[in-house]
Structures are given as structure tokens and as C-alpha cells.
């Protein structure tokens, strides 16, 4: 089964099985058109539909601007998967990370070193400053995305 999970962010996650898992990031002023077109070339090839399913993370009860691009992004998520037939599941954040940690209140850093710890390769940026200085921050997007994918997959 061909999965695509989403983590619906100012900086989204996105995972299909493998070895990596991605993350981009949209401006905000062109952030809906640059999505639309992203999801376009991921989700069709010479016209066919490249996924079984699309998965995300039901993120509802977030507050603020957060809540503004989720739904953003959620609706353009909507509409291809009408226009590509293809289902769309959501799952509870708490649910998913229950199943992928065991616990539905693991922390970010919980989720992001399970991943590695699976051999999944995340990315990453390397500290300028401040006490991480010279140390790896790992995209919690991505890491999201292999979780909401394992989740589905349980």
C-alpha cells in the first residue's frame, strides 16, 4: 500500500516508508499556491494517482495562527484527494502517539529519537547559537510524519 503521511505545518512533514523522511516550508505570503503545487507534483505522475492513502494528523484543538495554516493545508489535502480519489484518514494526535511511543503524552524529542532510533533518516540543521551551539536539531515535522505513517500502518 502506497502511504503518504503529512504533518500539516508552517514547516510540513511528509513520509511515504523508507529510509527518509522531508520536511518543507512555505512562505507565508504564497504558502496555499506553493502547497498546491507541491501536493500536485507528489501526488500525480503522467496522470495517475501516486497513493493508496493520504494520512495526517487531526490536529483540531490547535490555537492561533497554527490553527489557520493547518486548515489551509487540510483543505488543499481535501481537494486532491477528491479530485485523485483518494481516501483521506485522520488520526487523533494523542492516538498517534500512543501507538507509535505508547504513550499519548510523549514529547517531541520522544518521537524524534524513536525515528532515529528505527534507522530513519531525518533532517536536520546544525545550532549557530546558544547552548546547543554545534549540535543537530532534528525536524520534529518529519519525525511527525513517520509517526502519523506507523500509526496508520498499526
Given at each position: 500500500?502506497?502511504i503518504l503521511?503529512?504533518?500539516l505545518?508552517?514547516?510540513?512533514?511528509?513520509?511515504?516508508?523508507?529510509?527518509?523522511?522531508?520536511?518543507?516550508?512555505?512562505e507565508?505570503?504564497?504558502?496555499?499556491?506553493?502547497?498546491?503545487?507541491?501536493?500536485?507534483e507528489?501526488?500525480?505522475?503522467?496522470?495517475?494517482?501516486?497513493?493508496?492513502?493520504?494520512?495526517?494528523?487531526?490536529?483540531?484543538?490547535?490555537?492561533?495562527?497554527?490553527?489557520?495554516?493547518?486548515?489551509?493545508?487540510?483543505?488543499?489535502?481535501?481537494?486532491?484527494?477528491?479530485?485523485?480519489?483518494?481516501?483521506?484518514?485522520?488520526?487523533?494526535?494523542t492516538?498517534?502517539?500512543?501507538?507509535?511511543t505508547?504513550?499519548?503524552?510523549?514529547?517531541k524529542i520522544?518521537?524524534?529519537?524513536?525515528?532515529?532510533?528505527?534507522?530513519?533518516?531525518?533532517?536536520?540543521?546544525?545550532?549557530?547559537?546558544?547552548?546547543?551551539?554545534?549540535?543537530?536539531r532534528?525536524?520534529?515535522?518529519?519525525?511527525?510524519?513517520?509517526?502519523?505513517?506507523?500509526?496508520?500502518?498499526?
Amino acid at each position: 500500500m502506497r502511504i503518504l503521511a503529512l504533518d500539516l505545518a508552517t514547516t510540513t512533514g511528509y513520509y511515504t516508508g523508507g529510509k527518509n523522511a522531508g520536511s518543507i516550508k512555505f512562505e507565508k505570503g504564497t504558502r496555499v499556491l506553493d502547497f498546491w503545487e507541491w501536493m500536485c507534483e507528489k501526488c500525480f505522475y503522467e496522470g495517475e494517482n501516486n497513493y493508496d492513502v493520504i494520512v495526517i494528523e487531526n490536529a483540531i484543538m490547535q490555537r492561533g495562527p497554527a490553527n489557520e495554516v493547518f486548515h489551509d493545508l487540510k483543505a488543499v489535502v481535501k481537494l486532491v484527494c477528491q479530485l485523485t480519489e483518494t481516501p483521506l484518514i485522520g488520526l487523533s494526535p494523542t492516538r498517534v502517539k500512543k501507538l507509535f511511543t505508547g504513550s499519548g503524552k510523549a514529547e517531541k524529542i520522544d518521537i524524534i529519537n524513536k525515528v532515529l532510533d528505527m534507522g530513519i533518516d531525518l533532517p536536520y540543521r546544525i545550532m549557530k547559537a546558544g547552548p546547543d551551539k554545534g549540535k543537530k536539531r532534528y525536524s520534529s515535522d518529519a519525525a511527525d510524519a513517520v509517526d502519523i505513517w506507523q500509526a496508520f500502518k498499526v
